[in-house]
């Protein structure tokens, strides 16, 4: 597609309840990138992509976190037993490669979670 | 250890007026450090990038940052503000042992009076 597509862009569900969040990143971008926007935390790496494998989960902040990447290309972050805590915005990014130094990651509109 | 720190968190200034957004960082190497924006309800959009080459870097509408080394500074600045301009602005280290894992600073709320 023409840019990074999230779905659903708003969740509003229950304590406890599981959630799934999934990202269609820039057709031919190899990297996937998930991160949290938090009030009070700002902008937080959760976990990296490059092709299918994730060399790099350290910023998933708990075991009711994980994400899958399959074909190369959608990703879905999934939370289990969802917390009032996990209430904020996911963002989803892209780019050709890993980035190292050039930085440039094309992100997505986010999802909006908000666990009552 | 990286990091960068967000001096202000909400800069206010009248359309026409230069605008400044400070920015600081640390960092153990030579640092890769951006500028993205991010308005409201839309994603966040590279502005500027400094990879070690010209100090004075220029981004898209006229925006430019300028790297000091002495002052471990990275502000990002722009001769007339627009109403365009009102965003939510980070500034962005890159970690060098893990250079995908972008370092957000806490964000700078950009208002623009008309």
């Known amino acids: 597609g023409a840019g990074v597509s999230q779905s659903p862009s708003n969740k509003v569900t229950e304590k406890g309840k599981d959630v799934e969040l999934r990202c269609d990143p820039i057709s031919g971008h190899t990297a996937l990138y998930w991160y949290r926007q938090s009030l009070g935390q700002g902008l937080e790496f959760l976990i990296y992509f490059q092709g299918n494998s994730a060399p790099d989960k350290s910023g998933l902040p708990s075991d009711r976190f994980s994400a899958e990447r399959t074909g190369g290309s959608v990703s879905t972050l999934t939370i289990q037993r969802t917390q009032q805590e996990d209430s904020a915005v996911y963002l989803c990014?892209?780019?050709?490669?890993?980035?190292?130094?050039?930085?440039?990651?094309?992100f997505g509109e986010g999802s909006r979670l908000t666990v009552l | 250890a990286q990091s960068v720190t967000q001096l202000d968190s909400h800069v206010s200034v009248s359309e026409g007026t230069p605008v400044l957004l400070r920015c600081n960082y640390s960092?153990?190497?030579?640092?890769?450090l951006f500028w993205y924006v991010q308005h409201p309800n839309k994603g966040l959009q590279l502005l500027l990038k400094y990879t070690s080459a010209a100090t004075l870097v220029k981004g898209i509408n006229g925006f430019e940052a300028e790297f000091k080394k002495s002052e471990t500074s990275f502000h990002l600045t722009k001769p007339s503000a627009h109403m365009s301009d009102a965003a939510e602005y980070f500034c962005?280290?890159?970690?060098?042992?893990?250079?995908?894992?972008?370092?957000f600073g806490s964000g700078t709320r950009l208002l623009v009076r008309p």
């Open positions: 960092s153990s190497y030579s640092p890769s």
């Open positions: 990014a892209s780019s050709l490669a890993w980035t190292g130094s050039t930085g440039e990651l094309f």
């Open positions: 962005v280290v890159t970690r060098m042992d893990s250079s995908y894992k972008l370092i």
